[in-house]
């Protein structure tokens, strides 16, 4: 079955740090990749996606490239704020298959 | 963007006591609603879908008894934890899926979630 492994947390960095979150799936077929952000007390949004291998999906400053070859679609900011303190989210959905796999979750934390 | 509120955010409750949770699109039709479960430092791991207007479909080793879906409207689906224990304590996220016609782009927005203390 479908299954996504993610980097564990809880991750702390200064502000304008560089962030990476791994992330590698298992899947069969062609599936498309996700990163959620869940901030305090909201529900998850989507920060950003890629349908294929080797897009990029790009967001707020996040970037993830899809790499079929390593099977894993890493997120990365070149300068993390405050306010990106949250939870993130990888997710794969394979195929046809409208259903979403997650991954466990990474706390991350950005000290001023 | 489309909105997903969730209510209530936290409860707490008996052993033996049924408790629901109201999942509503704000601003958007949704035909699909999905319920997901989260353990502590666990991933989200659906407990089943629902279509407006028809039976939900549960995911292996989910007791449909257990947990009662309904989706009778295009903006709201409920989850009842029927006869909750200690072991039904966890955090129940809603999703709902926006349809926006054929050749829909398939987005699902979540609620914030349910976090269940069941004493």
């Known amino acids: 079955g479908n299954s996504v492994t993610q980097m564990e947390g809880p991750v702390t960095l200064s502000e304008e740090a560089f962030l990476t979150i791994n992330c590698t799936y298992t899947?069969?077929?062609?599936?498309?990749l996700f990163w959620y952000v869940q901030y305090p007390g909201e529900g998850l949004q989507l920060l950003l996606k890629?349908?294929?291998?080797?897009d990029k999906g790009s967001n707020k400053g996040f970037e993830a490239t899809y790499r079929k070859e390593t099977t894993s679609f890493h997120l990365e900011k070149g300068s993390v704020q405050v306010s990106d303190s949250a939870v993130y989210f990888c997710?794969?959905?394979?195929?046809?298959?409208?259903?979403?796999?997650f991954g466990k979750g990474t706390l991350l934390t950005v000290n001023p | 963007g489309a909105v997903v509120s969730q209510h209530p955010s936290w409860v707490i409750c008996k052993s033996g006591t049924s408790v629901k949770i109201e999942c509503r699109s704000l601003?958007?039709?949704?035909?699909?609603m999905f319920w997901y479960r989260q353990f502590p430092k666990q991933s989200l791991m659906l407990m089943a879908t629902?279509?407006?207007?028809?039976?939900?479909?549960?995911e292996q080793g989910v007791e449909k008894d257990k947990f009662l879906i309904n989706h009778a409207s295009l903006t709201l689906s409920t989850l009842t934890v029927t006869s909750a224990h200690p072991e039904d304590s966890s955090f129940y996220i809603c999703s709902a899926r926006e349809w926006t016609g054929p050749g829909a782009k398939n987005i699902q927005y979540f609620g914030a979630g349910t976090r269940l203390s069941v004493l």
């Open positions: 601003d958007f039709q949704a035909t699909t």
């Open positions: 890629a349908t294929k291998a080797d």
């Open positions: 997710a794969l959905r394979g195929g046809s298959n409208y259903k979403l796999t």
């Open positions: 629902s279509n407006e207007g028809s039976k939900a479909t549960y």
């Open positions: 899947a069969t077929g062609y599936p498309s």
